[in-house]
């Protein structure tokens, strides 16, 4: 299980949902329906114990200005960096405790802009229905808006964490880090505020990383990253905004996810440790790295090896 401050889910905004949802369907993950927020925009999930992988999309943009958190309007947020590129438009990071969480974050140095409580129907694996509820603690930043998380807060757990819904036909069952894409000038901004939510940073190759409760936050210049995944789409590597470019997230079982790479409509790369998306354009500008768990460790030693 996931803890407080604990990646939770980058949300991956696509133009295409159903696009992008089918691609990860063919690469054998369990996705759920295509669901709608009041603030206009829609949603399907792949989950996992404690986190989860969301890709978003805008089905009605009358009403991104809706339910508001203070200043700050998620759909309209959602809305405007979808219009720049596809990308990580904000990132959730798991709660326990939305108010308390958003206190500690606020001493951090974080600004709380306010919050968001929704729920939505769903029917369990036994056919009964129920309802979840959800609050979200929004945290903007407008130095870096790209870089904007909130905290997520389920106040259900059973009705999110269902085990049938946790299984993927590709034994996919969590994610272990995120990539940041930050210029050499912006890392010690980036450090410091880090560092205030999560203690002490370990250097790494072109950058540092912060250790949560579920994975590492890298934060990277373009050379180390390029060096790692590759040429960067232009529009990504010559932004000026710090942002999530790339996600790893883990397997059980190395045989079972090389059958569903075969068959899978998405183009991917052997590595050392696994296997990684080499069409960002295929997953929302986000690079998907997949490792099986004790590689995935092991490998993140080596990369700091290399600093």
Known sequence: MNASFGIDHPLLATHDIEGLRNRLISLGFNMTAIGKHPW???TSLAMFDGCLLEIMGIY??????????????FGRHVFEHLQQREGVALSALHSTDSVQDAATAQKAGFTVSGYLEFGRDVTLPDGSAD?????????????????????????RPELIYVPEWLEHP??????????????????????????????????????????????????QTLDAIQAEFGTLPSDI??????SIVAMD???????????????SSMNLSSTASGYYATQPQDTAN??????????????????????
């Open 237 to 242: 590597a010559e932004s000026a905004t710090p």
């Open 131 to 155: 309802r979840t509820k959800t609050t979200l603690a929004l945290l903007p930043d407008l130095d870096f808006p790209r870089l904007s998380f909130f905290l997520c807060q389920q106040h």
């Open 40 to 42: 206009g925009t829609s």
């Open 60 to 73: 009605d943009e009358t009403l991104i200005d809706e339910v508001p958190a203070g200043e700050f309007r």
């Open 170 to 219: 590709n034994t996919v069952n969590g994610i272990s880090g995120v990539t940041i894409l930050a210029k050499a000038e912006q890392l010690e901004t980036l450090k410091a505020k880090l560092t205030g939510l999560y203690g002490g940073a370990s250097p790494l190759n072109g950058g540092f990383s912060v250790q949560t409760a579920n994975g590492q936050m890298s934060v």
């Open 249 to 263: 997230l883990v397997y059980q079982n190395a045989t079972t996810f090389e059958v569903w790479v075969a068959k």
């Open 286 to 307: 986000v690079i998907l790295r997949f490792g099986l768990i004790d590689t995935v460790s092991r490998n993140y030693a080596v990369r700091k090896s290399r600093r």
